[in-house]
């Protein structure tokens, strides 16, 4: 059965509708590539599927149950976390702290992610855990605010422009990480304008065009499709 | 004025300051975490010097009140942000203007009802009750020491909770992006009504603790609401720091105003609030911090 399951998604802010009925499901474990040019809905979409956008029709199940109308904070109960554009690191908290304010078992009590196996999975948070968090990089608010996904022992994560601004080689180990997350059985959505990276890592893509899916399919089956890949993402 | 009697003009003032500081922590906390305004604060602080004298009169220990008109304020708290508070949130300042105002005029009445309109003394607990001798003429309660003692450490105790316990960092978070907070699995339904009923304690306890120095009368509580608000907005709305700040120098303001221009000592307060707002239109450790 599916993890995550949308159906005719649509969502507005104010009058103006920006997703305009999105079907898209995600398996355990499975990682989704989310592409498209600028504007077309995917920060949307990912901030619907967490219940930040209020306005949202269609239907969203979350393992089998309904959440279409739930608040982020049932939502991310239920297994979903988010790694937002822009980060979104507590300036205010140390680095310690915006770790361990998010810890939470996960469903079925899971503790698979603890404190200690973030610091081992960033040993440079674990350097800087005394620092506040207006004192990090770009490269260790990225770190952070996976790390902080994590603590909440989801079974999905969003990934919002995964390395947007980093340079090459603090890019290159955040795909690491991904990777390793992974192979732990965390199913991820990551939106991201570097294509091959993501093409290597993801088991699926799908392309937004005007709050549309217009592609779905394996990366190589993407791959195949030029025509596809100059259109929407100017490849 | 001699050194001795500065000194305790200025004790003075930190120990009124101290207690506004109690209350205007409340006041803060319940603005910068919920986004309400709440008008019956005042009453609340009335709320708790009535628990004071009441539980005092029937037990005969200030003790007694004092745990007892704690626990009694926090579950008023509780049940006030179940039935009505809750569903301020988000909504405009004049709605929540209008029920706490509500709120006000309803614990007023039921004060009336209960206690009707005499003024009541509560007696300081026994070992407090002496007073220090400074000078042949001068000498100061041990009960004004006492509240100094004992402001400060539920200042030290909101401190630690906010700077070093999870629900400090979750309020904390919570004040600066409420969205990323919700989207972590923070529930705020939750977080809100306890904050709610631990601003409802503070006021009370500032009622409790001056009760013995001040008498217990119908109408104390509107003194102490605008000052808290001076308070809050001298500090900078939803910061306890500031509050802090804003509270000791509106206690110290008071009290030296009240000797050297004994005519205008309430103007010498709000002269400080605008001089403050010129320099720092929005408050002295602005917003946006805990
Ligand atoms: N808060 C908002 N209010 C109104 N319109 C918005 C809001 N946020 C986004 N939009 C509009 O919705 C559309 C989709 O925006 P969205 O941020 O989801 O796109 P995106 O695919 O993430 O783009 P990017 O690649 O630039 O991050 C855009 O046209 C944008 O202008
Ligand atoms: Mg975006």
Redesign the pocket.
């Known amino acids: 059965m599916s993890l995550l399951a949308v159906e005719k998604l649509e969502a507005f ?2 009058p ?1 509708q ?1 997703l305009r009925g999105i079907d898209l499901a995600l398996r355990p474990g499975e990682t989704l590539a989310l592409m ?10 990912l ?1 619907s599927l967490i219940g930040l956008v209020a306005d949202r029709r269609g239907r969203i199940l979350l393992d089998g149950k309904d959440v279409t109308r739930a608040p982020p904070e049932a939502i991310a109960r239920g297994g979903v976390a988010l790694v937002p ?1 822009g980060r979104g690191v507590f300036a205010s908290l140390s680095v310690v702290e915006n770790l361990v304010m998010a810890a939470r078992p996960g469903r079925r009590g899971k503790r698979a992610w603890t404190l200690d196996r973030i610091f081992e999975l960033f040993p440079r948070l674990r350097e800087r855990r005394h620092n506040g968090g207006h004192q990090l990089s770009g490269g260790e608010q990225q770190m952070l605010t996976i790390g902080r996904a994590l603590m909440t022992n989801p079974d999905v994560i969003l990934i ?2 995964a390395t947007e601004g980093l340079a090459p080689l603090v890019a290159a180990e955040i795909w690491r990480t991904i990777e390793r997350i992974r192979a732990e059985g965390v199913a991820t959505i990551i ?1 991201d ?1 570097d294509f091959r990276a993501l093409s290597r890592l993801a088991d699926r893509a799908a392309i ?1 065009s005007k ?1 549309e899916i217009v592609f779905e399919g394996t990366p190589g089956e993407l791959a195949a499709r030029p025509e596809v890949l100059e259109r929407h993402l100017g490849v | 004025m001699d050194l001795v009697s500065f000194a305790v003009q200025l004790l003075n003032g930190v120990q009124y300051g101290l207690v506004l500081f109690l209350v205007a922590s409340g006041l803060t906390l319940v603005f910068g975490i919920l986004g309400v305004i709440n008008l019956a604060h005042g009453a609340f602080y009335m709320l708790g010097a009535y628990l004071a004298y009441w539980i005092t009169a029937r037990t005969g220990s200030f003790w007694a009140a004092l745990v007892g008109g704690v626990a009694i304020a926090f579950v008023v708290g509780l049940l006030l942000e179940e039935i009505f508070v809750k569903r301020l949130y988000g909504r405009d300042h004049l709605a929540q203007v209008l029920l706490s105002f509500g709120l006000i005029l309803v614990l007023d009445e039921i004060r009336h009802i209960l206690f009707g309109k005499d003024v009541h003394s509560v007696p300081a607990p026994e070992f407090l009750r002496g007073s220090i001798q400074l000078t042949e003429v001068l000498s100061y309660p041990v009960y004004r020491l006492a509240i100094c003692v004992f402001c400060l450490a539920v200042a030290a105790a909101i401190f630690l909770v906010i700077q070093k316990t999870r629900i400090g960092m979750i309020v904390r978070a919570g004040a600066e992006n409420r969205d990323m907070t919700r989207a972590l699995g923070i529930r705020f339904d939750v977080v809100n009504r306890y904050v709610f009923a631990v601003g409802i304690v503070l006021a009370a306890l500032g009622g409790i603790v001056v009760a013995p120095i001040s008498t217990v009368f119908p109408g104390m509580d509107n003194q102490m609401l605008i000052l808290s608000f001076v308070v809050v907005v001298l500090g900078g709305i939803g910061s306890v720091a500031g509050a802090a700040i804003g509270a000791l120098l509106i206690g110290v303001a008071d009290s030296f105003g009240k000797v050297f221009m004994p005519n205008f000592s309430s103007f010498t307060i709000y002269v400080l609030m605008a001089a403050v707002l010129l320099w720092r239109p929005n408050g002295i450790l602005g917003r946006r911090e805990i």
């Open positions: 802010y104010g103006i920006v498209g040019r600028n504007g077309m809905g995917k920060t949307t979409l901030r554009e919002d422009e939106v304008k937004l709050g």
